[in-house]
């Protein structure tokens, strides 16, 4: 994984993985793929995760730290591009980053892009403060929690389904 700080409140991370751009996209679109988003070192919620993949769609997930806290992360889908880019603002309604869904452009944006290589999949993080953000009240927690959080999230997808093709379409019977 590659670390690039593009300013104060932006930074940009890469990790190459050998899969295909489809196979990684769907991986971060697909609601039964998106368990790797969770620490395996907290509990696994029963919650269904919800993708409405669409612009202006939500994708939301609860995350459960114990059993006296929980939140729900996620996003409000701004731009998709099939296999290629998938750009979202990031929190959640009553969840963490708290998301305004009047004014998603007040969210973090986070915006993944999905480029082939010789051996896969290049993806590329890039997470952005708005303008006129709350930055005093973020302190060391902007460089240390967010980047590495990101960076310890997206690191799970190395182990997990990303590699498997998903199963082929059921076949309808013919009896």
């Not at 593009?6 to 930074?11: L, M």
């Given at each position: 994984m590659n670390t690039t700080a593009?300013?104060?409140?932006?930074?940009t991370r890469t990790w190459t993985f050998e899969a295909s751009p489809a196979n990684v996209f769907r991986a971060w679109t697909d609601p039964d793929r998106l368990g790797w988003f969770y620490n395996d070192a907290q509990p696994i919620p029963t919650e269904p995760i919800e993708v409405d993949l669409r612009v202006g769609g939500v994708w939301r997930q609860l995350m459960v730290i114990s059993e006296q806290t929980s939140y729900y992360t996620g996003g409000v889908y701004r731009e998709i591009v099939s296999d290629e880019k998938l750009a979202f603002s990031w929190g959640a309604v009553d969840g963490w980053p708290e998301l305004d869904p009047d004014r998603p452009?007040?969210?973090p944006l986070v915006t993944v892009t999905f480029s082939p290589t010789g051996r896969g999949t290049e993806l590329r993080l890039n997470v952005k403060l708005p303008e006129g953000a709350a930055r005093d009240r973020l302190g060391n927690f902007w460089p240390h929690a967010i980047q590495n959080g990101w960076g310890d999230t997206v690191d799970r997808l190395t182990g997990q389904i990303l590699i498997r093709p998903p199963a082929p379409p059921e076949r309808p019977s013919t009896t």
């Open positions: 593009v300013a104060p409140y932006e930074f452009e007040d969210s």
